[in-house]
């Protein structure tokens, strides 16, 4: 992994010296993603810039630094992440005769060769792989700006003062001297329901997310009309899920363990590839333990993998996997981590995710890349498993749950709805109701049986199963009149175009989850994680071969008599004894809720004053202050909805640049970052 920065000024007229040393202050702003070796690539003339901050993976040698030019001279790049494939682009190229001569073992390089032979579009639709790359064309005078197929790796880009700016992350766009950045309010109200910006958005307005699996090409000639054409795929979910429903896998259960086996195993082994050392995450979950099975079976050495514990009931998986770790016979390292480290990390995660990010499980995520990096460089991880595979228990609950209310007319569910929103938390939270709980754990792992029965007044009465799911899953159920000045946007839960209405509801709520909540919440918490303390992370459960089989299988060789990933589970069986890993999904969670109202209580009031918060002008403080009030109370557990106006109002006061007028009123501001 690497980080990439660059810009494109079409005004020209910047002096060769200056245009590197805005391009070298870019780079250094990503320091951490790459601190083994640093580079820019320049042409006056175009208003160029290219700009690099290396982790070297593989080949450490200088026949691997960045920016990097072909052999035939046509095309520069800036490369992040690993093509795990390139060993074979590498024989397939000089089986052709279209090799040139190698300068040396670099996939870099070999990408390059790639695009000079097939072009950029055809060459990316033969890469494994994880990245994010600037790509310019020195004949053509064309740039490119691609992302990996899932979203692995980030790539922020968008208009500035006229001038094209794009990076690894935002912190490489305010560096340059063109930056105007303002605040969007509208993705404030994306904050706030998900805990996360999905893309193409980010939290600036006029600066987006590169969409995962999809390429932007930019002749230089059409900066002049101020407008940037839409990125074009090269590879797309729908078109899988369209290709799984018309090509379907018929083989037998057998067959398809077999087939999937052989899958992972071939994408374990290309992400071992490395010249450091590599290592692996455990958690003891299903997606974790098959990932080390599976390194540990291709491995000659015991593998090192990591765990962290917590002392609270409820949120430790060290002893889970302890002893997956002795079974398989890892070189095993555990953390048990005190509330007072964990909570240490908390003034870090405005510069850690360099915009707002609610996921409170970016904490532990954070500590375990800590603890790695310690012995290793590169970390296999087992996410992904879940979206492809069935794994959340929330797709099974939703499917059961809307099949039971989906039944009832809507005008009678949203009569039992107001009815539960009028009944006091004391009341719900009676013995005489107490028989509801079992029924409600269901659907809602934890909290009192008041929070789960109002969630469900939240969700009963949406009219569809689209509307369903965003309800089930959104944190603030009306952001938009929480957020000042503000109107929400479309995502992939509203967006027509991603429907699916032909398959079940389980394989859509898949296909959502696949297309927003996993590049724009799960790789993104891990990508800024790891990549804070220099530790690459690579997630072979991603690897689009495994996907795209995943989509093939018939609903009940993934999802069976309600527990996920049943298919997956048959693969790790054959390696680890069943009654070590059938167990409940446990999650990476850090107890938040309890925290706010104790060792963190002041630090959230400062930040959530009613005063404050009519300063700056973002929120209305009523509905943020009522929620506050009745979180510490005890009435209602209010933490991940507080979280996600505490890690925007965190990140707000870490930018330290005045308030500049937005759309509301000068009272009422954006933030000039």
């Not at 105007?180 to 006029?206: E, F, K, M, W």
């Not at 795929?233 to 057998?254: H, M, Q």
């Not at 603890?371 to 296999?380: D, F, G, M």
């Not at 000045?485 to 509801?505: H, I, K, N, W, Y």
Request: with cysteine; proline share 6%; glycine share 8%.
């Amino acid at each position: 992994m690497c980080g990439i920065a660059g810009f494109v000024d079409p005004h020209g007229g910047l002096p060769a010296l200056e245009l590197e040393a805005v391009a070298r202050s870019m780079a250094a702003s990503l320091a951490h993603r790459g601190p083994d070796d640093a580079g820019v690539w320049t042409e006056q003339e175009s208003g160029v810039a290219l700009a690099h901050r290396r982790l070297a993976i593989l080949d450490p040698s200088p026949a691997g630094h960045q920016p990097m030019v072909s052999a035939g001279r046509r095309y520069v790049i800036v490369f992040n992440g690993e093509i795990y494939n390139f060993s074979e682009l590498r024989a397939e190229l000089e089986h052709l005769g279209a090799a040139p001569a190698w300068r040396g073992r670099s996939d870099t390089e070999t990408l390059l060769a790639a695009f000079e032979h097939w072009g950029v579009t055809a060459a990316l639709k033969r890469c494994a792989g994880m990245f994010a790359f600037a790509l310019f064309d020195t004949r053509k005078k064309v740039l490119y700006l691609a992302r990996d197929r899932i979203g692995e790796k980030p790539l922020y880009f968008g208009l500035s003062g006229g001038v094209l700016l794009f990076g690894s992350e935002l912190s490489a766009l305010r560096t340059h001297p063109a930056w105007c950045g303002q605040v969007d309010r509208n993705a404030i109200t994306l904050l706030l329901r998900h805990g996360y910006i999905p893309q193409p958005y980010s939290i600036y307005c006029g600066i987006g997310k590169l969409k995962p699996g999809t390429c932007l090409e930019l002749p230089l000639a059409r900066m002049a009309s101020g407008e940037l054409p839409a990125p074009v795929a090269y590879w797309s979910l729908s078109e899988v899920i369209s290709r799984g429903s018309a090509e379907p896998f018929s083989g037998t259960t057998a067959a398809a363990t077999a087939m999937l086996d052989r899958l992972l195993r071939e994408a374990v082994a290309g992400q071992m590839v490395a010249d450091v050392p590599v290592g692996a995450f455990l958690s003891g979950g299903v997606d974790s333990s098959t990932v080390v099975a599976l390194m540990q079976a291709q491995s000659s050495r015991a593998v090192k993998t990591f765990t962290i514990g917590f002392h609270e009931r409820g949120y430790d998986e060290a002893v889970d996997a302890r002893a997956l770790a002795r079974q398989l016979g890892t070189d095993h390292t555990e953390l048990y981590v005190t509330p007072a480290e964990a909570l240490a990390v908390v003034p870090r995660l405005p510069s850690l995710y360099d915009e707002p990010f609610a996921d409170s499980s970016q904490i532990p995520t954070f500590l375990i890349a800590q603890l790695a990096r310690q012995e290793v460089t590169v970390s296999l991880s087992g996410d992904g498993g879940d979206e492809s595979f069935g794994g959340y228990s929330r797709y099974a609950s939703a499917h059961r749950l809307w099949g039971r209310v989906g039944r009832v007319p809507a005008p009678l569910r949203r009569l039992g709805a107001q009815s539960i929103r009028r009944t006091p938390a004391a009341v719900l939270d009676s013995p005489l109701l107490a028989w509801l709980d079992p029924l409600l754990r269901r659907h809602a792992r934890a909290g009192r049986t008041s929070d789960k029965l109002r969630k469900a007044a939240d969700i009963v009465s949406l009219p569809d199963e689209r509307a369903f799911y965003r309800g089930m899953t959104s944190h603030w159920k009306t952001p938009a009149e929480i957020v000042r000045g503000a109107d929400e946007p479309m995502t992939v839960l509203t967006d027509p175009g991603t429907s699916f209405e032909d398959r079940d509801f389980r394989e859509r709520m898949m296909a959502w989850d696949t297309l927003g909540y996993l590049p724009d919440d799960i790789l993104a918490k891990v990508d800024r994680a790891a990549m804070g303390v220099s530790l690459e992370t690579r997630m072979p459960l991603l690897d689009h071969r495994v996907i795209e089989f995943a989509w093939r299988l018939p609903l009940d060789f993934r999802i069976r008599e309600g527990a996920g990933k049943w298919l997956l589970r048959q693969v790790l069986h054959h390696y680890v004894p069943k009654a070590l890993v059938e167990r409940p999904k446990m999650g990476f969670g850090v107890p938040i809720g309890e925290w706010l109202r104790g060792a963190l209580r002041d630090w959230a009031e400062s930040l959530i004053g009613a005063t404050r918060l009519n300063r700056e002008g973002f929120f209305r403080p009523l509905p943020v202050r009522d929620a506050w009030a009745e979180h510490l109370a005890g009435t209602r557990d209010w933490g991940a909805y507080l979280w996600d106006v505490l890690m925007f109002q965190a990140w707000l006061e870490s930018q330290r640049s005045p308030v500049r007028p937005g759309r509301e009123s000068a009272a009422r501001a954006t933030t000039h970052v």
